[in-house]
């Protein structure tokens, strides 16, 4: 293992677009000595520029000393080509996101730099092995994927190929910390770990949009108030870009060999050959003005009169939640074993569509309501209809629900609702990830919030919902489905039936 701490440690980054300058910036400011080198004529003197502008305004807003960001800046070194890379301690390529450019590169390096030199890549979707495998030492390479941007990312993804020798992971959890950002270790494996662990968000948020159960913005507004998203999942393809995103769900769902559960969109498709990419081209799933979303208004409330509501006795504790709000905002309640015969019919089903529901409890299919209870009726409420409900009753409950002023999401018959699907979904994927060992249950939790951004870890996220509700979602949607996509992940079923933590690791 090289001694990270070493005052003199040198760094070299080929490669000087945004995540080589990132990647350089915080190296520089971890006091170590950074040699920068990029094909492009002037490439590397900018970057240089650059990095040294930004030391300036973080000293001049108090973030760092002003001899702190002279310092830092003098570190940094260019350099004229690779040649003047031998002595470096470390090597991190950021150059293009292609397989031959990256062998070409470490086999020329190999023999500039020291036999101890270590060589990693920043890739973030293709095999470190197979980068290494055109090296004569394949077992000095290791994957070091740092997310944009990379000073504000504070996660760092440390991978591991077959061929990798244990010194360089050790190395780079090492260099990571220094660099004051946290090492996930991962397996060598498509997406790696926040890459494959985002599949969950954005494809079931399509799947959802495909079957035509709510509008984009629509299941925007629920991902965000209901489940907790800082972006709902069509904002979020927006900012990326589809140009971006499309080639990534195509790629990690190949290279699995079609693995269901990271199926891609024909939506996405279609919008990315039209060249509806996002806020880029100024039209994604929303339009922009300039760089203002313009974001289509939310239905208003109707206006209707209310009729008494009866309410499922199937969740007892949903229920008296549910009657409890019904009361205080006024509305009778028909408080029979059955429904009179002009109630309304609140059902709150876990994980069932409506039409289910109301068959499976002999209600009138007509005159149902489902009210999904997983995550509270603070933000929003979404309320669900069968294909015969009366709109007069679907308006009536949207009245009542909306009565003190909390919005209301009406969707179209759909089992697991928008919000539980999206969570049950990528609860899922990450118990996956845990089974095949890929990352530690810690790590993978700690590297989505740090690199996804999301409310909670995937694995945290099911166990504040709870694992035996997850499963028994899951299921439902499986056998609703009969797709695979659906199928629940060895790690989930087991851990739900014995009552355990999904964090819980194997001995």
């Not at 009169?305 to 509305?331: M, T, Y």
């Not at 629940?488 to 039936?497: E, G, I, Q, T």
Request: proline share 8%.
């Amino acid at each position: 293992m090289l001694d990270v701490a070493r005052p003199d440690l040198t760094l070299g980054v080929v490669g000087a677009g945004v995540m080589g300058r990132g990647i350089a910036q915080i190296a520089a400011a971890a006091g170590i000595a950074v040699r920068l080198v990029d094909a492009r004529p002037g490439a590397a003197s900018a970057a240089k520029d650059s990095i040294g502008e930004t030391f300036t305004r973080l000293a001049e807003k108090g973030r760092m000393t002003g001899e702190a960001a002279r310092t830092a800046t003098s570190r940094l070194t260019v350099a004229g080509d690779l040649a003047d890379l031998a002595g470096c301690h470390i090597v991190i390529e950021a150059i293009v996101e292609d397989l031959p450019p990256k062998q070409e590169l470490f086999t020329a390096l190999e023999p500039i730099v020291g036999g101890d030199c270590l060589l990693a890549t920043n890739t973030s979707s293709l095999s470190v092995a197979a980068i290494a495998a055109a090296c004569r030492r394949p077992g000095r390479v290791g994957g070091f994927h740092f997310f944009n941007p990379v000073p504000l990312m504070k996660v760092v993804e440390v991978i591991d190929s077959v061929r990798s020798e244990p010194w360089v992971a050790e190395t780079l959890v090492a260099l990571a910390k220094r660099l004051g950002h946290f090492p996930a270790r991962a397996k060598d494996t498509p997406g790696f770990l926040v890459n494959h662990a985002g599949r969950g968000f954005g494809t079931e948020a399509l799947r959802i949009l495909q079957e035509g159960i709510a509008a984009f913005d629509e299941i925007d507004r629920i991902a965000r108030d209901v489940a907790g998203f800082r972006m709902g999942p069509f904002e979020l393809l927006d900012l990326t870009g589809l140009d971006v995103s499309h080639p990534v769900m195509e790629s990690i769902y190949n290279q699995f060999y079609q693995e269901p559960r990271f199926r891609p969109s024909p939506i996405t498709h279609q919008r990315f050959v039209a060249g509806l990419l996002g806020r880029k081209t100024g039209q994604g799933f929303y339009g922009y003005s300039g760089d203002k979303q313009v974001v289509p208004p939310a239905p208003p409330v109707p206006k209707v009169d209310i009729p008494p509501v009866w309410i499922s006795r199937d969740e007892p504790e949903w229920r008296r939640v549910l009657a409890d709000l019904v009361k205080a905002l006024g509305a009778a309640l028909d408080d029979g074993e059955k429904p009179q015969p002009a109630s309304l019919c609140l059902v709150t089903p876990l994980g069932d569509d409506a039409t289910t529901t109301a068959l499976a409890q002999g209600l009138d299919a007509s005159r149902i309501i489902a009210v999904d209870m997983l995550f509270g009726l603070k933000a929003r409420r979404t309320i669900m209809t069968t294909p015969v409900t009366d709109p007069q009753m679907r308006d009536a409950a949207w009245a009542l629900l909306a009565g003190d002023g909390v919005p209301v999401s009406a969707i179209h018959d759909s089992p697991g609702f928008v919000a539980p699907r999206i969570v049950a979904h990528i609860v899922n994927v990450g118990c996956d990830i845990s089974q095949q060992r890929i990352a530690t249950p810690q790590d993978l939790d700690r590297a989505v919030t740090l690199g996804l951004g999301y409310p909670h870890g995937p694995l945290a996220f099911g166990d504040a919902i709870g694992p035996a509700r997850i499963l028994r979602l899951l299921e439902a949607l499986h056998t609703f489905y009969k797709d695979p996509r659906y199928r629940p992940s060895p790690w989930l079923a087991r851990r739900a039936r014995l009552g355990v933590s999904l964090l819980t690791p194997e001995g």
